[in-house]
């Protein structure tokens, strides 16, 4: 068996893990992202992968900055917000898949 096939069942139960708690407003996905990291350092860097193993672990973390969840941030005077209706402001904080803080 190969050595890091211990790896490689934890890099997959992350991604299940990962998978369920997507689209969560929390930081779970950035520090479960933070335990793959290595993981996938380790496997791509090791040679006792097949060629199609290797591949798709490199498919994935070529996307690897959809894992962390990442907020967005909007910052200003109340003079933009007039600017823009307050009611648009209201419509993007109401709306539950947005994470964006003001």
Known sequence: LYSNLGDLSELVSFLDEWLEMRNEKSDRCTLLFDKMKPLFQSLLLSGNNTCQNKALLARIWADRDMF???????????????????????????????????
């Open 68 to 102: 962390p969840k990442l907020s967005q941030w909007i910052v200003g005077g109340d003079g933009w917000a007039y600017d823009i209706g307050y009611g648009g402001l209201d419509h993007v904080e109401a709306f539950q898949s947005n994470d964006v803080n003001v």
